[in-house]
């Protein structure tokens, strides 16, 4: 289990255990709940960049591979008029 799933089950099954002080328990709920919603914001955050980083790096290897694919074509072309030139 992940740290942050783990963090969320403990704080969730916590607030829902009332007891006895529950007005005090909810005050506290608040702020762990405040502090998780602070982390998965931060964490959701850096995944997004992750993607658009990698999203980046296929887009760049995808215009890398046409341009290659480009010149091999050139290449085949230019022996083929040499090839059909030469006879």
Sequence with gaps: MKPIALLSAILLAGCASGGPSA???LDECSVEVA????QLAAETAERQKQMRAASRREEALRRQ???MKSIERG???REDR???ETR
């Design 82 to 84: 040499l090839t059909t």
């Design 65 to 67: 591979l046409d341009a």
């Design 23 to 25: 007005g005090a328990k």
């Design 35 to 38: 502090q998780l919603q602070a």
């Design 75 to 77: 290449i085949l072309e």
